[in-house]
């Protein structure tokens, strides 16, 4: 049986009961075995809302090996507190940094290129602080170490200086916040990844679906964390308004960006189709983006 | 039998603990003063953790001079009569054992091992005459002191000159262990990186305009100590001046016994060109209270102690000279002010000052050049002016946003003022002070000229409803097809010329957006809305 058919047999109650890890309906054996495409925890905390959907997920060492090089990306764009919902909750990137710790993972290193000032961003943001207690190696972008990548399937860019610790990551785990964007309608996980490119990458606006597609075929993220703790839903990416920010308590987590974000746009009351990169991703056959055929669990933690 | 001594070169004698003591403090205040130096830099909060201007505040000079320009000087600047009161009682200790700048110019000046003449040139009182044309100017509201100050000075030079090619010295050589061709030292690179940047290194790589220019006149004042040793404060410093006065009644004071017998070992040790060789006309206010003098001599007839007579030698400016520089100071206010930037209701579009800068007036009579301002900057934006405020705005801070722009919640440079000419803002009152407007240039401008969609002056507006809006057109290309695109606006209730947009914006050379300095919070005229109180 495979898992879209027993999405479709087993429908939203089923997922229900699976969430709260009760009694099947069918084998809990297959059940146990199943992955979700994506799991969507909701739960007033952070730390323990991600915990749970990490472990509905089939747990971090499902992702992570003993010994790995992981990379967290989370965006650290801007230089606003957590409240004001535009960087990456820092609860959320300290409980993955402790959960691929745990899971045996060498050294995770966070790290991300801001618009604003990075140290500022780095502080006020919340995420240097809790990382670094939580273990990660969170360091500031250097310019040294971007090099000029091959996107072969690119159809807007050829290559483009990517920064070299993704490149030489064992693993990498993308953590994007939920939020409003003036182009892009909003940022979520596609988007994320402007973080990691170098030189003059303002230009990519100017054909940004198709770029941000083109990156993803370079930058295969693990696992993806959607952070929808709080959300921004206007004036983004940066806010600054708490009028904006709505809080939703949610984590999503899935290992197809595609997935995530087209979740990620029913947050906004949008459908994932509406947000052009997901339908430039779904034209150039990158992952599904039809919600109704995926196994979504959704988990109260 | 003769002296075998007197063929033999001059054995040194032993140092003195009292000269110990004092290198030891000139160490430690010239460490001080470099550690906060490099304190004075962002880092990631809107506080700094230190007094990074604490020298400047201890400067009487800037406290006078600003006290005179302005009428009023900051609250921390009072500190420095704390000074003012010890030189009152110990002469100038503070050249001798506390300025960094005479630290090192001692440094240099101990360099020098040969002798182009062993006789002091006997100048210092061109000291007191610029002193007397920067205060007499002062008076007339011309603020050139910090031009001169040698804290000010060196701040200037470290921040805009010295620091930034340092910086560049050692990037560059990491660049290279960076190399492809040596990937053996890319690991040791990779900690002396880490090492370095968290120690010494600035976060990033400072670019100052002038900044060949700061290092080369700071090199010349170190290296005047090869013509002549501490040459700038013997001869040039006008701090040293003002507290030279007012040693003038000093009780500190260096006595010789019966048994000195001139032979001059002591002209040689001396530091500031005191003269003590000659049993009288020993000027205390040139001393430094070095107590080089007390080691060679060798009759051991020096000695220091405290004393209520009157100095030997009284300092004598001459009435005319006197008189000739204050004239030359009050003369310089009417040659510098008869400038075109000044003819009224002619505001200078590219002279953006940073966020509380005073009405610019009265932020002349303040600023004092320091570059205070420009070291903390954030995103390094604010740079040195040359001629752009005139020649008594010269090295002020201007902020140019292609190089970095304004970071919204940042307010460090009114927090390192040292003068208040940068007002220190609550961060609500930053984020709501305009010091430009922001324009579009159509002509650049890619949803505008190229129709092709950009929107990275919106991304980065940073106020909560954002300054740039779009109007949402569907154009034509050149193939008649239709484009949709956003072609941004600025709002002028809601702009506050932070810059961003200009700093990043994607067309490259000059940008399809740029601040200027019409509508800033600080000018009534510098406006161009009848209405110009808006939301803010």
Request: proline share 6%; glycine share 8%; charged share 20%.
């Amino acid at each position: 049986m495979r898992r879209r058919d027993f999405m479709k047999i087993s429908g939203s109650g089923a997922a229900g009961l699976l969430a709260a890890g009760a009694f099947s309906p069918f084998s809990p054996a297959l059940a146990a075995t199943l992955r979700p495409d994506l799991v969507v925890a909701h739960g007033p905390q952070p730390d323990r809302a991600t915990r749970a959907a990490i472990e509905a997920m089939g747990g971090m060492k499902a992702f992570i090996s003993k010994g790995d090089v992981v990379v967290i990306k989370p965006n650290i764009g801007w230089d606003r507190t957590p409240e004001q919902a535009a960087d990456t909750n820092p609860v959320v990137v300290a409980t993955l940094v402790a959960l691929c710790l745990e899971a045996g993972a060498k050294t995770v290193k966070v790290f991300d290129r801001p618009c604003n000032d990075p140290r500022r961003c780095y502080i006020q943001s919340g995420i240097e602080p809790l990382a670094k207690a939580a273990g990660a190696d969170v360091s500031h972008v250097d310019d040294r170490k971007f090099r000029e990548v091959a996107i072969p399937k690119g159809e807007a860019i050829k290559s483009w200086p990517l920064y070299i610790d993704v490149l030489e990551a064992d693993k990498i785990i993308n953590v994007p916040i939920a939020k409003h964007h003036g182009l892009s309608r909003l940022t979520l996980s596609f988007k994320n990844w402007m973080g990691v490119m170098g030189g003059t990458r303002g230009r990519i606006h100017q054909n940004i679906h198709e770029t941000l597609v083109d990156l993803s075929t370079v930058i295969r993220p693990t696992l993806v964390v959607l952070d929808a703790v709080r959300i921004l839903t206007a004036n983004g990416p940066q806010g600054g308004d708490l009028k904006d920010v709505k809080k939703l308590d949610t984590i999503i987590a899935g290992v197809d960006q595609v997935a995530v974000d087209s979740y990620g746009a029913t947050l906004f009351g949008l459908k994932g189709s509406e947000l052009g990169v997901v339908a430039a991703a779904h034209r150039r056959g990158i992952g599904p983006v039809d919600l109704d055929k995926l196994l979504i669990r959704k988990i109260e933690a | 039998m003769t002296e075998p001594v007197a063929r033999t070169k001059r054995r040194k004698p032993p140092t003195s603990k009292t000269v110990w003591a004092r290198r030891l403090s000139q160490g430690a205040f010239l460490l001080l003063f470099l550690f906060l130096f490099l304190q004075t830099e962002q880092k990631g909060a809107d506080e700094l953790g230190y007094p990074a201007k604490l020298f400047l505040d201890f400067d009487p000079l800037l406290f006078l001079s600003t006290l005179l320009s302005a009428h009023k000087a900051a609250a921390a600047l009072w500190l420095s009569l704390v000074l003012l009161a010890i030189t009152a009682v110990l002469g100038r200790v503070f050249c001798g054992w506390v300025c960094p700048l005479g630290t090192l110019n001692n440094m240099v000046g101990a360099m020098r091992r040969w002798h182009l003449t062993d006789r002091p040139r006997g100048w210092f009182r061109l000291k007191y005459f610029l002193l007397i044309a920067l205060l007499a100017g002062s008076l007339f509201s011309l603020q050139l002191t910090g031009i001169f100050d040698p804290l000010s000075l060196t701040v200037r030079s470290l921040s805009l000159g010295i620091y930034p090619a340092f910086n560049y010295a050692v990037n560059s050589a990491l660049d290279a262990a960076y190399q492809p061709g040596f990937q053996g030292l890319t690991s040791a690179a990779d900690v002396a990186n880490k090492v370095l940047q968290d120690t010494v290194l600035a976060f990033r790589q400072p670019y100052f305009r002038q900044g060949a220019l700061m290092s080369l006149l700071f090199l010349g004042i170190l290296g005047l100590n090869l013509v002549e040793k501490r040459f700038w404060c013997r001869y040039l410093c006008p701090l040293g001046a003002l507290l030279g006065l007012t040693s003038r009644f000093a009780f500190l004071k260096r006595s010789v016994s019966e048994g000195c017998n001139t032979c001059g070992l002591c002209d040689k040790d001396c530091q500031g060109a005191a003269s003590p060789g000659t049993k009288d006309a020993w000027l205390a206010s040139e001393c430094f209270y070095c107590f080089n003098c007390d080691d060679p001599c060798p009759k051991g007839a020096v000695s220091f102690g405290f004393s209520a007579k009157k100095a030997p030698e009284a300092l004598d400016l001459g009435r005319r000279n006197v008189i000739a520089s204050a004239l030359t100071g009050v003369a310089a206010v009417a040659v510098v002010r008869a400038n075109p930037i000044f003819k009224p209701l002619t505001p200078q579009p590219d002279l953006i000052r940073p966020p509380g800068a005073l009405p610019e007036r009265e932020f002349l009579e303040r600023c004092v050049k320091c570059g205070e301002c420009m070291k903390v900057c954030t995103t390094g934006g604010l740079q040195p002016t040359l001629w752009e405020a005139g020649l008594e705005g010269i090295w002020s801070p201007v902020l140019v946003p292609r190089i970095g722009y304004c970071e919204y919640n940042c307010t460090l440079c009114g927090q390192v003022c040292p003068t208040g000419a940068i007002r220190r803002l609550s961060l609500p009152e930053k984020q709501k002070t305009r010091i430009g407007t922001a324009m579009i240039d159509k002509g650049r401008c890619l949803p505008y000229a190229h129709t092709t969609p950009c929107i990275v002056c919106e991304e980065v507006c940073p106020t909560p409803k954002k300054a740039v809006w779009f109007e949402r057109l569907t154009v034509q290309n050149r193939a008649g097809d239709p484009v949709e695109v956003k072609q941004p606006h600025v709002d002028l209730d809601l702009c506050i010329g932070c810059g961003i947009c200009e700093a990043k914006c994607p067309v490259m050379g000059r940008p399809a957006i740029y601040v200027f300095s019409v509508g800033e919070s600080r000018s009534k005229d510098n406006q161009l809305l009848l209405d110009a109180a808006g939301p803010y």
